[in-house]
């Protein structure tokens, strides 16, 4: 079927760490694939997106590439920082058209100082 | 420009009940699409509207409805309502309906059922 898998959490960094989240994602066709990012109380922010195989989406230090071969849309970032401190969720959209968005159970990070 | 705005917030209902939430979309965005969060089931796909049409289905019982007006604004209903039904339910907005157009969300409602 459609689905998208990610890493289990909580994932406990200190401050300037490097992140992975990793997603992994099953699609008939070719999905547009998402980041989204969940702070404590409010709803879910678009962290980046990538439309087609081998674009790299990137926003605010976080990086991801379109790998279609292995079905990867994994969250990079270099140096993360307290502030990061949230759920990250990765999706897939619907290659049929519409805007249905079929999300991973979502990876909650925590970043001490 | 403003952002998707839900109302209300916050929701206490009582089992058997029904409840009407709503949803203002990004000004000019003409699809909204709705998903209930749960800590047991994730973020779960209810349903999408488009031109006041009900585009898509998420596997949700017929409890669950809602519609779509010219202006675009959404509405959802649950009735005879159960104590699984608590839970965040988000609703999202676009500018058109395609996997490539950007969703933004809202703040969701929290409904309990007790």
């Known amino acids: 079927g459609n689905s998208v898998t990610q890493m289990e959490g909580p994932v406990t960094l200190s401050e300037e760490a490097f992140l992975t989240i990793n997603c992994t994602y099953t699609?008939?066709?070719?999905?547009?694939l998402f980041w989204y990012v969940q702070y404590p109380g409010e709803g879910l922010q678009l962290l980046l997106k990538?439309?087609?195989?081998?674009d790299k989406g990137s926003n605010k230090g976080f990086e991801a590439t379109y790998r279609k071969e292995t079905t990867s849309f994994h969250l990079e970032k270099g140096s993360v920082q307290v502030s990061d401190s949230a759920v990250y969720f990765c999706?897939?959209?619907?290659?049929?058209?519409?805007?249905?968005?079929?999300f991973g159970t979502g990876t909650q990070l925590k970043v001490e100082l | 420009k403003a952002g998707v705005t839900q109302t209300p917030r916050y929701l206490i209902k009582t089992r058997g009940q029904q409840v009407t939430l709503s949803c203002s979309p990004i000004?000019?965005?003409?699809?909204v699409s709705w998903y209930q969060q749960t800590p047991g089931q994730g973020l779960q796909f209810l349903f999408e509207?488009?031109?006041?049409?009900?585009?898509n289905k998420g596997n949700f019982p017929g409890r669950f409805s809602g519609r779509q007006f010219s202006n675009s604004r959404s509405e959802m209903n649950v009735s005879t309502l159960e104590l699984g039904d608590s839970a965040l339910y988000l609703c999202?907005?676009?500018?058109?309906?395609?996997?490539?157009?950007?969703?933004?969300f809202g703040p969701g409602t929290r409904l309990t059922v007790t």
């Open positions: 999706a897939r959209g619907d290659t049929g058209g519409g805007n249905k968005l079929t």
């Open positions: 990538a439309t087609k195989a081998d």
């Open positions: 699609a008939t066709g070719y999905p547009s």
């Open positions: 509207y488009f031109s006041e049409t009900q585009r």
């Open positions: 999202a907005s676009s500018l058109e309906q395609g996997q490539g157009y950007e969703q933004y």
């Open positions: 000004s000019g965005h003409r699809s």
